[in-house]
């Protein structure tokens, strides 16, 4: 088992480029999510996805898109990238949404926007 | 706004020594405490997963307790080990968010040989 893994792991936009990260999953899990992750912060909810054609908004959507069209892929598309997207980016799995399912991570995408 | 505030930012502790850190967060509509670890160059894992008020949970010599009366949870580590070193997550699960976590920005702990 993979768990979860996050494509690519590094990359350097200019402002207005955009770009799509990849999110795969192996454990047959329902529920997807991408974080963004700040110095000094914590993890903040970008999208999130409760099964296969779904997504929703979390707490920080503004310039980014999202896309579940297989349920072990979770795609997080930046249209056109600014410097305040410059992040690390985190996608994470969970069997459902309970509260009480801990949450599988990906390996991170560092994100630089200049 | 819910906050989700963990304390100290940081810690140094002896090889050896135990140690312990806190996490507080709104004491209404209190659903679930997670707790993470996330080791340098890793990605974040869970340790715990709280959400009866008294709970306490172990997994070798790490603990944790729940006070969702007061709003707060502490880890504890004892008798520290390098591997130990890493930055400790915990995320906060109100009753009405849709079961979406809200997360603090974490402890690091450096365990000094």
Same mark, same amino acid.
């Given at each position: 088992?993979?768990?979860?893994?996050?494509?690519?792991?590094?990359?350097?936009?200019?402002?207005?480029?955009?770009?799509?990260?990849?999110?795969?999953? *192996?454990?047959?899990? #329902?529920?997807?999510?991408?974080?963004?992750?700040?110095? =000094?912060?914590?993890?903040?909810l970008?999208?999130?996805?409760?099964? #296969?054609?779904?997504?929703a908004? =979390?707490?920080?959507?503004?310039?980014?898109?999202?896309?579940?069209?297989?349920?072990?892929?979770?795609?997080?598309?930046?249209?056109? @990238?600014? %410097?305040?997207?410059?992040?690390?980016?985190?996608?994470?799995?969970?069997?459902?949404?309970?509260?009480?399912? #801990?949450?599988?991570? =990906?390996?991170?995408?560092?994100?630089?926007?200049? | 706004?819910?906050?989700?505030?963990?304390?100290?930012?940081?810690?140094?502790?002896?090889?050896?020594d135990?140690?312990?850190?806190?996490?507080?967060? %709104?004491?209404?509509?209190?659903?679930?405490?997670?707790?993470?670890?996330w080791?340098? @160059?890793?990605?974040p #894992? @869970?340790?715990?997963?709280?959400?009866?008020?008294?709970?306490?949970?172990?997994?070798?010599?790490?603990?944790?307790?729940?006070?969702?009366?007061?709003?707060?949870?502490?880890?504890?580590?004892? =008798?520290?080990? %390098?591997? *130990?070193?890493?930055?400790?997550?915990?995320?906060?699960?109100?009753?009405?968010?849709?079961?979406?976590?809200?997360?603090?920005a974490?402890?690091?702990?450096?365990?000094?040989?």
């Open positions: 088992n993979a768990g979860v893994t996050q494509t690519p792991k590094f990359r350097v936009l200019k402002t207005g480029q955009s770009m799509t990260l990849l999110c795969a999953q *192996d454990m047959n899990h #329902e529920y997807m999510y991408w974080y963004r992750q700040d110095p =000094g912060m914590g993890l903040r970008i999208h999130y996805s409760v099964g #296969e054609g779904t997504t908004k =979390g707490e920080v959507p503004d310039g980014y898109n999202v896309s579940r069209l297989k349920k072990q892929n979770f795609l997080l598309g930046l249209e056109s @990238a600014a %410097p305040s997207q410059t992040s690390v980016y985190f996608c994470a799995s969970s069997y459902s949404s309970w509260a009480g399912d #801990e949450q599988f991570f =990906g390996p991170g995408t560092r994100l630089t926007v200049l | 706004i819910l906050n989700v505030e963990q304390s100290p930012q940081s810690l140094h502790v002896q090889e050896g135990s140690t312990n850190f806190t996490c507080s967060f %709104p004491s209404s509509n209190f659903y679930a405490l997670h707790w993470y670890r080791e340098t @160059a890793k990605s #894992e @869970a340790l715990f997963v709280m959400t009866l008020n008294g709970d306490e949970k172990k997994k070798g010599r790490i603990s944790a307790t729940l006070n969702t009366k007061e709003g707060y949870s502490y880890l504890y580590i004892k =008798g520290s080990q %390098p591997e *130990d070193s890493a930055t400790y997550l915990c995320a906060f699960c109100p009753a009405d968010s849709n079961y979406q976590l809200i997360w603090g974490g402890t690091k702990l450096i365990i000094k040989p």
